[in-house]
């Protein structure tokens, strides 16, 4: 019976390995430059940057009052995520992040992880200016991560 046991955990183990890919099953791939990655998180996923030893998920949108197209505003609004960010070796940490800096709100549109840098480059879709079915957006995050890259 205990063989069976460290069998069973073994394969497990195996499959848990063959997962830590660059990107996990629907992900959209990323783009790696000399010192930066961009990557578009689709909402609710998870993607492991390989070289950062990174795993970042897009939790969810906590706000997006930005001024929907074709419309003129008086103040551009902001768009704010919350994301959840792991080092191969570390707890998980949830961050806000912006596309416009309010620190009376606690937004900011850069947090640091360890020692990289992650930037909100954007959030899509914008709003539209009739957008009766927003509830069901699809958003996708551009994101940066900078920074503490490591040769393997």
Known sequence: MHIRSLLVVGVILLGIGACTGKRMAGQRPVKHGADTVALALPIG?????????LHVTFS???????????????????AAVEITVMGTYTRPQTFVLATTALP??????????NDLQLAMAGLEPRPMA???ASIHRKYVLRLLVSGGHRSR
């Open 45 to 53: 996923e998870t993607v492991f940057l390989e070289r950062e030893g």
């Open 60 to 78: 969810k949108v906590l706000e997006d009052s930005r001024c929907p197209q074709g419309v003129a505003c008086v103040w551009a609004g902001v």
């Open 104 to 113: 009376a709100k606690g937004y900011g549109t850069k947090q640091t992880f």
């Open 130 to 132: 009739d957008d009766s």
